[in-house]
């Protein structure tokens, strides 16, 4: 290692002195000398990369700006360290996707959960608010909205807005016959059935909900269709193990509703149900999951039912009294059949004519 050593002139009277000793001796009785500057050349660890950036040597503090590092050279190597990839990241797959929808009724019933029923106690139909709520709020209860939709050649009562209906026919998916119905007396003739039943799906699931969901199971168009009365009745709360429309050409339709229907409110099966959905489902398995606003698909009714007409055969005239009949007041001869009584006839009596016009008790 070599060094320079820059010196100060010396004073006049010791410019002879020259050796080693003295000049040591002037420095340190002077101090006139500087530090000794001292070049070394460079490490081989300490070589500055020629790719590497400069940074400032000033660390930077609250108030300091942070020098910008220089640019690299075009086609050099950064020094900043790449983001490393998360090592948990997962990378896509097509199994991270959301499921899609079912689209046909076999799809939905792999995805129906099988267990046994729940007990049936604290059932209350009222519980599902059937006609009691107006779920699309169009101002019309949920019975006439069904019979609007299923109904044909239907007939509206004239101030209600539309909403309902005095006559039509059903194409009943049932029996496969045509219903005419006529508000009133025969209307029961035409009902509105729960594809699942209320009893049903409280056992299976319904009793767990919230009481949206249940008064949507009471009025979704979904579980409602327009059917011929005792085929309704005659259904009760059975599930398709032990009840299915006499009409096979509706069976593949009406099961199918009865999944779409469990699986939009996460309802179950128990395993006998769905081995006879299976088995309805095994003659027609593309058959799609039906929408809730369509009328049902119904093959061309065999035959019309319809409503017995009234009974006009007139009531049978009482006996005539006997000639000597007497009543002693009009409730009795009203009781006996016979009023009002002219004049003349048997069991008249001027008590019974206060007015006096010949016809008493009229």
């Known amino acids: 290692m070599t060094a ?5 002139p010396a004073r006049a009277g010791r410019a002879l002195r ?3 000793l003295g000049l040591g001796l002037a420095l340190l009785l002077g101090g006139c000398l500087s530090e000794p500057s001292v070049e070394l050349p460079p490490a081989a660890d300490d070589a500055p990369s020629p790719h590497a950036p400069s940074f400032s040597a000033v660390s930077p503090g609250p108030d300091t700006p942070s020098a910008a590092p220089a640019s690299p050279e ?3 190597p950064s020094s900043a360290p790449a983001s490393p990839e998360p090592d948990d990241a997962p990378s896509p797959s097509p199994t991270d996707e959301p499921a899609s929808e079912p689209t ?9 959960e099988v267990r046994p029923r729940d007990p049936k106690t604290g059932y209350d139909r009222d519980l599902f608010a059937y006609r009691s709520v107006d779920l699309d709020r169009n101002g019309c209860d949920t019975r006439n909205d069904i019979l609007r939709r299923d109904l044909h050649d239907v007939v509206l009562k004239p101030g209600t807005h539309g909403c309902v209906v005095l006559s039509g026919v059903l194409h009943d998916p049932f029996t496969g016959d045509a219903i005419v119905f006529e508000r009133g007396d ?4 035409v009902q509105i059935d729960h594809v699942v039943a209320l009893s049903d799906a409280w056992q299976k699931g319904a009793q767990h909900l919230a009481e949206a969901a249940l008064h949507g199971i009471g009025n ?4 409602l269709l327009a059917v011929y009365g005792p085929a309704n009745q005659q259904k009760g709360d059975g599930d398709a193990a032990t009840w299915l429309p006499r009409n096979k050409a509706f069976r593949c339709a009406y099961v199918a509703r009865q999944v779409a229907v469990k699986h939009a409110y996460g309802l179950w099966v128990v395993q006998p149900e769905k081995d006879a959905i299976e088995r309805v489902l095994a003659g027609c ?3 799609p999951l039906p929408e809730g606003a369509a009328s049902p698909d119904v093959p061309a009714p065999k035959e019309t039912i319809a409503p017995e007409p009234p009974d006009v055969t007139p009531d049978p005239k009482p006996s005539q009294p006997s000639k000597d009949a007497y009543y002693k007041n009009c409730t009795e001869a009203r009781e006996a059949g016979v009023t009002p009584i002219l004049r003349g006839e048997p069991g008249y009596g001027k008590h ?9 008790c009229e």
């Open 74 to 76: 075009p086609g050099a």
């Open 220 to 223: 979704d168009p979904l579980n």
């Open 18 to 20: 020259g050796a080693v």
């Open 186 to 189: 025969s209307a029961n003739l």
């Open 285 to 287: 398995p593309h058959e």
């Open 4 to 8: 320079r050593v820059r010196g100060c």
């Open 104 to 112: 046909t009724a076999l799809e939905a019933l792999a995805l129906l």
């Open 352 to 360: 019974l004519d206060r007015d006096g016009d010949g016809v008493a």
